[in-house]
C-alpha cells in the first residue's frame, strides 16, 4: 500500500468514528439496576421502577429518549439521569412515583413513528394504573417532542392519556441548531463511511433542524421533513390542551452566550489527514465562512451562510460536538487544535417555546423581559448557566418535583 492509499485508509477510519452525541467506543454505562416490569412495545420498550410504598403503577411518570443512533440504551439513560448531579432517578422514587422509561427501536426514527410507541406506553400505563393520580408525560430533547406530538395526536382521537402535567426537557420547539460545516463534514466524508451523515440525515433530525444541509454543495434550509412535521403537529393542535405544559431549558434566559465568539476558531486541522480543514463560529452577514473542509479524502470546499445569526454562541443547551470530532481526529493521528468542544445545540428561546431562531434580537432575548404569556407553554425554567443538553443536574430536577402532579 502506499503512502497515500495509507493516509486515504486511516483518514476512513476516522470519519467511521466521527459522532455527534457519543463518541465512538466510549465504555459502556455500569447496567442500570434490574427493572420492576419490562414491556415490549411497538418500535421500542419500556423499564418501569416503582416508587418507594406500595408496589405496582402508582402515581406514574413517563419518559421517553432524545435522540441518538440505534436503539436507546438504558443503561446510559440511567446513569445519567441517576448518576450525575442530581439523583433523579431516586428522588422520584421516594416521592412514590412510579417511572416508566420509554425507549425507541430507532431513537433517530420519525417523531411520528416514534410517537406510535410513546402513545402505547401511556395507554398502557393508564390501563395498570393503581389510584387516580394524574400521570406526568414527557421526554428529553427530542423525546420532548414525541410526547407533545403522541399527546395531542391522543387528544385528537378522544383517547385519555390522563396526564395532568406535560413535560419538554431541552426539546426544540422551534428547531435544533448543528453546524453547518459539521453537516458539510459529513457529505465529505460520506463516501467512505456515512455514519455521521446517517445521523444528520435521519427522519427525526431533519423533522427538527432548523436548517438542514442535504448535499456537500447545497443550500442549509429547512427540510422538507421539517415542513411536513410542522405542519402535522399543527393538525393536532399544536399542543396537547389538557395538562399542564411545562418546559426546561439547559441554558441561561438573560441573553448571555456561551462564550463561542461569532467568527472566532472553533477547530483546525494541520495534517496529515484533514490538512486545511477548520470550521468558524457562525456569524450573521452574508457569505460567512463557517467552514472549510478538505485533506485526502476529497478536493476542498469553503462553506458559507448567507443571514444567519450567532447560532454558536447562542444562549441555551450545549452540545460537544466539535469536541467529539476533536478527539476522534487526534486518534486517528491528526493534528488539531480545538478552541471550543461545545456549542449551543438548543437555543433556550427554542426550548421554552417564546421566540423564533431567525432573527439575532430574538435568539439572544433576555427572556426574562418578555411577557410570560409570550411562550405557548404554561410554566418554564432556565438554568442558571449555559449547561449540556439535557443534563439533569439539581436545579432542573427539583424544579420538576416540586412541580409532580398530585
Not at 43 to 58: C, S, W
Amino acid at each position: 500500500m502506499s503512502v497515500a492509499d495509507s493516509k486515504v485508509e486511516k483518514a476512513r477510519r476516522a470519519a467511521g468514528s466521527f459522532r455527534l452525541v457519543t463518541a465512538a467506543g466510549t465504555r459502556a454505562a455500569a447496567p442500570a439496576p434490574a427493572a420492576d416490569e419490562e414491556w415490549e412495545l411497538p418500535g421500542g420498550r419500556a423499564r418501569l421502577y416503582y416508587g418507594a410504598g406500595p408496589r405496582g403503577m402508582v402515581r406514574p411518570v413517563v419518559l421517553a429518549d432524545g435522540f441518538g443512533l440505534g436503539p436507546t440504551d438504558f443503561d446510559r439513560l440511567w446513569h445519567d439521569l441517576e448518576n450525575g448531579p442530581f439523583p433523579f432517578v431516586s428522588e422520584l422514587r421516594r416521592c412514590g412515583r412510579t417511572l416508566v422509561l420509554v425507549g425507541f427501536a430507532d431513537r433517530g426514527a420519525s417523531v411520528l413513528r416514534n410517537a406510535e410507541t410513546m402513545t402505547a406506553a401511556v395507554l398502557r400505563t393508564t390501563a395498570e394504573q393503581l389510584g387516580g393520580a394524574r400521570l406526568l408525560v414527557g421526554g428529553f430533547g427530542t423525546g420532548g417532542m414525541v410526547a407533545r406530538y403522541a399527546m395531542a395526536w391522543m387528544e385528537t382521537r378522544r383517547l385519555d392519556h390522563r396526564a395532568g402535567v406535560y413535560l419538554s426537557f431541552d426539546s426544540p420547539h422551534r428547531g435544533a441548531w448543528l453546524p453547518i460545516g459539521l453537516q458539510a463534514l459529513a457529505h465529505h466524508v460520506a463516501p467512505y463511511d456515512d455514519t455521521l451523515l446517517r445521523q444528520i440525515s435521519s427522519p427525526a433530525a431533519r423533522q427538527l433542524l432548523w436548517r438542514h444541509l442535504d448535499s456537500a454543495g447545497g443550500t442549509p434550509q429547512e427540510s422538507p421533513l421539517r415542513t411536513a412535521f410542522r405542519q402535522r403537529l399543527h393538525d393536532v393542535g399544536d399542543w396537547p390542551r389538557i395538562p399542564r405544559v411545562l418546559a426546561v431549558s439547559s441554558g441561561r434566559g438573560d441573553g448571555t452566550g456561551n462564550g463561542v465568539r461569532a467568527g472566532a476558531k472553533i477547530l483546525s486541522c494541520a495534517g496529515p489527514l484533514f490538512d486545511g480543514t477548520r470550521f468558524l463560529a457562525q456569524a450573521q452577514g452574508q457569505k460567512a465562512e463557517v467552514a472549510a473542509v478538505g485533506g485526502v479524502l476529497g478536493a476542498p470546499r469553503t462553506i458559507t451562510t448567507d443571514g444567519f445569526p450567532e447560532l454558536d454562541g447562542a444562549p441555551g443547551g450545549t452540545l460537544e460536538s466539535f469536541g467529539l470530532l476533536a478527539d476522534a481526529l487526534a486518534a486517528a493521528g491528526e493534528h488539531t487544535e480545538a478552541a471550543h468542544r461545545r456549542v449551543c445545540f438548543v437555543p433556550s428561546v427554542s426550548a421554552v417555546a417564546i421566540r423564533d431562531l431567525d432573527q439575532q434580537s430574538d435568539l439572544y432575548a433576555d427572556i426574562g423581559e418578555l411577557p410570560p404569556e409570550d411562550s405557548e407553554a404554561d410554566d418554564f425554567l432556565l438554568s442558571s448557566a449555559n449547561g449540556a443538553h439535557a443534563a439533569m443536574t439539581e436545579e432542573i430536577g427539583g424544579w420538576i418535583l416540586d412541580r409532580l402532579p398530585d
